[in-house]
């Protein structure tokens, strides 16, 4: 089992960059494939970037490849992600999740943080 809490979100303009971070609790946390997904009014839930067991292995979904990182820090049980260039349809709520297995499809998260805020004013 593992907890997820996400922090960082916030107001920033159109350009800037925000850094999200996502702190689990429970010694799993090595065990699983971490991901953030973001969510805009309206919309469905949107697969961003997943990060394999290890750190070493990255994926991005096409409309943020470029522009955000996502790393992970097992020693810290910790998971981030750096935003830059950021745009207004950027604008969401930002979820970290984990899952078994190196996923870009929310049903395959298993657990999932409450989510934090980000909008970019243009």
């Known amino acids: 089992q593992v907890q997820l809490v996400e922090s960082g979100g916030g107001l920033v303009q159109a350009g800037g960059s925000l850094r999200l971070s996502c702190a689990a609790s429970g010694r799993s946390f090595s065990w699983y494939t971490m991901g953030w997904f973001r969510q805009a009014p309206g919309k469905e839930r949107e697969f961003v970037a997943f990060i394999s067991r290890s750190g070493d292995s990255t994926y991005y979904g096409d409309s943020v490849k470029g522009r955000f990182t996502i790393s992970r820090d097992n020693a810290k049980n910790a998971v981030y992600l750096q935003m830059n260039s950021l745009k207004s349809e950027d604008t969401a709520v930002y979820y970290c999740?984990?899952?078994?297995?190196?996923?870009?499809?929310?049903?395959?998260?298993?657990?999932w943080g409450q989510g934090t805020q980000v909008t970019v004013s243009s």
């Open positions: 999740a984990a899952s078994n297995y190196p996923a870009t499809s929310s049903g395959q998260y298993s657990h």
